[in-house]
C-alpha cells in the first residue's frame, strides 16, 4: 500500500471487510479494501483481505472498528447466555 495510508482491519473472509469498510464510510472515513487472497489459492493458503485508512484517520478508524468488533453477533444462544447471566447477578 502506498504511503499515507494505515490498515485498521483484515479478514479471510471478503464480506466481513466489506461490512467493516460500509461502517467506516458511514462515519466519514475514507477506507479502501486491498485484497491479498488468490483464487486459486483460497482453499489451501487463505489469504488476507486487509482495509486502509488514511493516516490521519486511522485513530479514529481503530476505534470504531473495535466498537464493531465488540458488539452482539446476534447468536440467539449467546444472547440467552448473556441475559442468564444478568440475571444471576440479581439474585
Known amino acids: 500500500m502506498e504511503k499515507g495510508w494505515t490498515k485498521v482491519f483484515a479478514s479471510d473472509r471478503p464480506y466481513e471487510t466489506e461490512i ?3 461502517m467506516l464510510i458511514e462515519n466519514g472515513i475514507d477506507a479502501v479494501i486491498l485484497n491479498k487472497q488468490s ?3 483460497t482453499f489451501t493458503i487463505p489469504g488476507q483481505v486487509e482495509l486502509y485508512v488514511p493516516d490521519e484517520q486511522a485513530e479514529t478508524a481503530k476505534s470504531l472498528v473495535t466498537q464493531h468488533n465488540n458488539l452482539p453477533t446476534g447468536d440467539p ?3 440467552d ?3 442468564g447471566n444478568k440475571a ?4
Open 81 to 83: 447466555e448473556e441475559e
Open 88 to 91: 444471576g447477578d440479581h439474585e
Open 39 to 41: 483464487s486459486s489459492y
Open 20 to 22: 467493516v469498510k460500509g
Open 77 to 79: 444462544y449467546e444472547l
